[in-house]
């Protein structure tokens, strides 16, 4: 069977970046992908293809072997074995899974084989919400509605047609692995035949072409805890995608985010508050009502004499912690306004104020006055 070269495959040429590969293999990709294409084999095929060349290309040193040898670099790493068989010489046909091992061995370098012994699990979802600061504070709940892989109905999963059921895979006696002789080394793959499963559908369900699944529209409702900060994930254990026959379904994580607060920053547990105030309450000391999170207000005792800049500690008034009954703090930093725009009367007034008062009251503007005069 002549393969078509794997840069045709992905409509690039030979010197294509890296990021026009991805590019080019993502369009493809959502094209032909089955889940657009239900029932589609020719469809299926080329997905399975532009998928395979792209694999390839995306590794630089598979890259490389692929520029120096072609297809060939991927078809010469033994063959595979029955259980513990050593199954030197058969080649394999399907050979492109097995790929990363030959790679190992050729290159001693690190790919790690991701995914594979994990293949059939279904994979993880991830959704991202906002919330508001209020509603980290207090915890929230969110309805949200994702699309995921479901087990099917009509199969219950098994991916097998009714009546039928998925039978012990020949190749590796149900063990998904099988030993081959690779070199001097002996080496365990993935089995080929049922990638994995140890199971092999012949009649496949038609509803979910054997794959146990289909995609569903599901509401959940999301139960995000007081504390929450920015960027907390939530992990929802087998809320994410079914796999494949018999596996495991994988997890739904949702990100939160945390909205910023229109006059509070929050730093962990801590929030802060800038507040202005009335040059006169900081003149005469008073009362100031700080609100929180919770809709309550809070008063704090603005001592006579406060200036701009001067922070004030609310205890336990910050965020809760998550999972634990501690609070931060809230600091109020306060800043001094002085009155603008004075009428006649008003100015009349100040001029009265300004008779009666003297440098005693100003101690910083006497203390600059003095050193001002000394260095002369
Ligand atoms: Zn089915
Ligand atoms: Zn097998």
């Known amino acids: 069977m002549a393969k078509t070269d794997f840069y045709e495959q992905l409509g690039v040429d030979r010197s294509a970046s890296a990021a026009d590969l991805k590019s080019a293999y993502r369009k493809l990709a959502k094209k032909y ?11 299926e095929q080329k997905f399975k293809e532009v998928s395979e060349a792209y694999d390839v290309l995306k590794d630089d040193q598979s890259r490389a072997a692929y520029d120096q040898y072609g297809h060939a670099a991927f078809e010469n790493g033994g063959g595979p074995g029955g259980p513990g068989g050593f199954g030197g010489g058969a080649g394999f046909g399907g050979g492109f ?4 091992d030959i790679f190992e061995e050729f290159f001693g370098g690190q790919r790690r084989r991701q995914g594979r012994q994990r293949a059939a699990r279904g994979s993880d979802l991830r959704i991202e919400i906002e919330v508001t600061l209020e509603e980290a504070f207090d915890g929230t709940e969110r309805q949200i509605n994702l699309t995921r892989a479901v087990a099917c109905d009509t199969c219950g999963g098994s991916g ?4 039928s059921a998925p039978t012990t895979c020949t190749v590796c006696a149900g063990h ?9 080394f002996m080496v365990e793959r993935p089995c080929h035949n049922c990638q994995g499963s140890g199971q092999v559908i012949e009649n496949p369900c038609g509803d979910c072409r054997g794959r146990g699944h289909t995609q569903k529209q599901r509401n959940l409702t999301v139960s995000v805890p007081s504390g ?3 960027g907390t994930r939530i992990r929802l254990s087998g809320e994410g995608n079914a796999g ?6 994988g997890d739904l994580y949702v990100f939160v985010g945390v909205r910023p607060h229109a006059v509070l920053q929050r730093d962990g547990a801590d929030l802060f508050c800038n507040v202005p105030i009335a040059f006169h309450l900081a003149a005469k000391g008073g009362a100031l009502n700080v609100p ?7 008063k704090l005792n603005i001592p006579s004499g406060a200036q701009s800049g001067q922070q004030f500690r609310l205890r336990g008034k910050g965020m809760p912690v998550l999972r634990s009954r501690a609070h931060g703090d809230l600091y109020v930093q306060i800043e001094v306004e002085v009155p603008s725009g004075l009428n006649k009367k008003q100015q009349a007034l100040l001029d009265a104020f300004v008779e009666a008062t003297d440098e005693t009251n100003y101690p910083d503007v006497s203390e600059f006055e003095a050193r001002n005069t000394k260095s002369q």
Not at 33 to 43: E, F, K, Q, S, T
Not at 97 to 100: A, E, K
Not at 160 to 163: F, L, N, P, S, Y
Not at 292 to 298: M, S
Request: aromatic share 2%.
């Open 33 to 43: 992908h089955p889940d657009v294409n239900p029932g589609d084999a020719a469809a």
């Open 97 to 100: 899974g097995d790929m990363g």
């Open 160 to 163: 097998a047609q009714e009546g």
């Open 176 to 184: 998904g692995k099988v030993r081959a002789q690779q070199g001097f």
């Open 228 to 230: 929450v900060e920015d």
């Open 244 to 249: 494949g026959p018999g596996a495991t379904t």
């Open 292 to 298: 929180l999170l919770n809709g309550k207000r809070v």
